[in-house]
């Protein structure tokens, strides 16, 4: 209830401006020449002190995106991208690999503090129960500038770290898993994600272990004309469980900026990963111009028996987002969960879902998803939902909703079935909605404004889903979804 | 209290309502009866601010302030609440919480402090209690499912919690059987008060034993036809709307 009370507050404070997150940071930043190159990747390589194998991986996959096309199956439609028009490495020039928060460039402390985001471990802790407390690795533009609680998770045997220090910590670890879900070939952008990756979250679970609080990442792109391409890779070894949380804003700007990540989770016998994500990179604005362009690869792979992934979502922002995080059910008994909740505004295009591919026998797999449509924007559900011949006792629900407020807005659903064993059983229920005049009305003479009315209809819509969130997460979403909602009723 | 004068109101190019007078004082309960068709919604939906009518004359006074010119929210919290025939679902979002927002939605405009969760709770409960509302209903989405009596009950609740100064009932009657009829009337009958007024619209003398009016207007082709006592309806009962069609014609 006070989550409500807070939703409306928050849309009456918010003013023509929508999007709080767009302001921009002053720092000096060192960056890779502009385009893509042989010699980018050589001095992005170079920058992070991979050894030798991890170059000659990513020369591999730029040599193998030459000759790839950039998909066009989506309903999305863009301008073409220049990919020699990008940057695709920028780190502040002011110690890139800070050792501690004192080493940071104030500028950027300042910059996760006006984004709400506690970077000091000291302040996170005072006044917090132990229970509710997350570690958070903060990646700003290409680099990692700080990674909280690294020294507790350590004495639990939880490895949280960028990726790149990993690769040089741990590179056996990484070295087994990196690609073995997303494989460098897969898609366009995982494929050119593989070859100019800069920073991201490594997690790693030992066997038997709880890890004791949240972990999350917060992606920011600050720089101008520059890309993000987050590599992030989770490890939960047998019978372990971790929460990870992200999240990601973006100043706002006239052009149009590249975010192509690649997130792999690996869950071994009886490990569970929950995933989520509030998406909030700045979406453009009414008239459709500037906002990050979302080519995101997620994947997660129940390796084990008994594993379980669940993928939450609430995507507020990006002008367009081709998101689909999946889950390959491999392990016997093992389970795939997606929960989705994608609002669009303005011109924003989005295209997402997920992909449940049922190979191990008894997988069972559940997809919730929530669209909701408003202004002159485009709301795809895509997914997929599969059974593999040995994949005996497969069993999925789906169940998609679209909620179209005004009429200039459109709602799709694209599911595709393919089952190819005959004990499966998968279900799938669809419906569209719009907010009935009538509906507003009622509210309205109970005494809620028309923006009030919306947030109340809207909340309840998504309930389902916002359920799934950590609670912190969940009113944050519920705040967001308000707020991209904001003058989309009258 | 309500003053309506001459009011006319069209829809799609449809007549509706043809000049409408009305007044009903603080304290009163007035009832509204007609055949189908008379313009009785219309009215109700009118004085609540549905979009849609055009207005193309007269005015309406709720305490010398002018409702036409308000939105709806802010009609209701000047304290017009209309009690709908067909009380509309708001899937996932639970009655208690829809009440809470309406509540200090309509304080907050008011300019009053917002009440506590405890202050709340204990206002719904007693309320609900005398409308023989289980307390899991709440828990449930409004509307949502509810039987024709249930959705009924839960409009009477809103009603003696938003403690609105002008009431309108839009055939509360129908679909209702004895019990509900009897929970409902009760209910009805515990809000009034000399500073509020009651507007109950209805097909059916039936209600009217259970809400007992003070005074009764027939209403016919968009305008009050006939005014009286309590007496009015059950000469209505015995004779029907035939004799008003007839004045009508001549």
């Known amino acids: 209830m006070p989550a409500v009370q807070e939703t409306i507050d928050q849309v009456r404070l918010i003013d023509v401006d929508q999007y709080k997150y767009g302001f921009e940071t002053e720092v000096e930043m060192e960056k890779a020449p502009k385009g893509l190159s042989e010699d980018v990747i050589r001095f992005i390589s170079g920058k992070k002190g991979e050894p030798e194998w991890m170059l000659q991986w990513r020369l591999d996959a730029y040599k193998r995106w030459l000759t790839m096309k950039e998909p066009n199956w989506a309903r999305v439609s863009y301008d073409k991208i220049d990919y020699n028009d990008i940057y695709y490495y920028a780190a502040p020039k002011k110690n890139p690999a800070p050792k501690s928060l004192d080493e940071v460039d104030p500028e950027i402390l300042k910059t996760y503090e006006k984004l709400g985001i506690p970077l000091r471990e000291q302040e996170i802790l005072a006044g917090v129960e132990p229970t509710n407390r997350v570690a958070v690795d903060a990646v700003f533009d290409s680099v990692s500038v700080a990674t909280t609680f690294k020294a507790e998770l350590a004495k639990a045997g939880v490895i949280f770290m960028p990726i790149s220090e990993a690769i040089r910590e741990y590179p056996d670890l990484v070295r087994q898993y990196l690609g073995s879900v997303v494989p460098v070939t897969d898609n366009f952008f995982a494929t050119l994600n593989s070859a100019v990756f800069t920073d991201g979250s490594f997690v790693y679970i030992p066997p038997g272990v709880r890890c004791p609080m949240e972990l999350s990442t917060y992606f920011r792109i600050n720089e101008k004309n520059t890309g993000q391409f987050e590599r992030t890779l989770i490890i939960a070894d047998k019978g372990s469980y971790v929460s990870y949380l992200e999240g990601c804003t973006a100043p706002k700007r006239d052009e149009n900026q590249l975010h192509a990540a690649v997130v792999e989770l690996i869950a071994l016998d009886d490990a569970e990963i929950k995933y989520s994500t509030v998406q909030n990179w700045y979406p453009g604005d009414a008239e459709g111009r500037g906002g990050i ?136 229920e669809a419906t569209t909605s719009k907010i009935s005049e009538d509906q507003m009305f009622y509210c309205q003479q109970r005494g809620l404004s028309e923006e009030e009315a919306t947030a109340l209809i809207v909340n309840g819509f998504v309930k389902d889903v916002l359920q799934q969130l950590p609670m912190e997460f969940a009113v944050e979403a519920q705040k967001l979804i308000s707020i991209s909602l904001e003058g989309s009723v009258g | 209290m309500l003053e309506i004068k001459n009011l006319v109101v069209q829809i799609e190019d449809k007549r509706i309502l043809n000049g409408l007078n009305l007044t009903v004082n603080k304290g009163e309960v007035a009832a509204i009866m007609g055949p189908n068709g008379s313009g009785k919604s219309t009215l109700s939906y009118v004085i609540a601010g549905k979009e849609d ?131 409902v009337s009760e209910g009805v009958n515990a809000l009034r008060s000399p500073d509020r007024a009651f507007l109950v619209i209805t097909h059916y003398q039936r209600l009217l034993n259970h809400i007992v009016p003070d005074t009764v207007h027939v209403m016919h082709a968009g305008r009050i036809v006939k005014s009286g006592g309590k007496e009015l309806a059950l000469e209505l009962e015995a004779n029907g709307y035939a004799d008003y069609r007839e004045t009508e014609a001549a």
């Open chain 1, 293 to 428: 362009y979302n080519f995101v690869t997620k994947r997660g792979d129940c390796r084990g028996r008994n594993s379980v992934i669940t993928w939450t979502q609430v995507e507020t922002g990006s002008a367009i987002t081709w998101k689909y995080p999946s889950c390959i059910l491999r392990g016997d008994n093992s389970r795939g969960e997606f929960y989705s909740i994608a609002v669009s505004n303005g011109k924003q295009q989005v295209d997402s879902g997920t992909k449940m591919i049922h190979l191990g026998k008894n997988t069972t797999s559940r997809i919730i998803s929530k669209g909701i449509a408003a202004g002159k924007s485009e709301n795809t559900y895509r997914g997929l939902v599969s059974a593999h011949r040995k994949a005996t006792g497969a069993r999925n629900f789906t169940n998609c909703d679209s909620l179209l407020i005004g009429n200039q807005c459109g709602a799709h659903t694209v599911p595709y079935i393919e089952s190819k064993n005959a004990s499966a059983v998968f279900e799938h």
């Open chain 2, 53 to 183: 009518y055009e207005i193309l004359d007269g005015e309406i006074l709720l305490d010398g302030q002018n409702l036409l010119e308000m939105e709806p929210d802010q009609r209701a919290s000047a304290g017009v609440f209309l009690a709908f025939q067909y009380p509309l679902e708001i899937p996932g979002v639970a009655s208690m919480t829809f009440l809470k927002a309406a509540l200090n939605a309509q304080r907050k405009a008011r300019g009053e402090e917002e009440l506590t969760t405890p202050d709340f709770i204990k206002r719904v409960n007693a309320a609900a209690q005398q409308l023989e509302i289980p307390k899991d209903m709440l828990k449930r989405a409004l509307n949502v499912g509810f039987s024709g009596g249930e959705k009924k009950r839960m409009e009477i609740l809103q009603m003696a919690l938003l403690q609105p100064s002008f009431c309108i009932l839009d055939e509360t009657d129908s679909g209702l059987d004895i019990d509900a009829l009897r929970i």
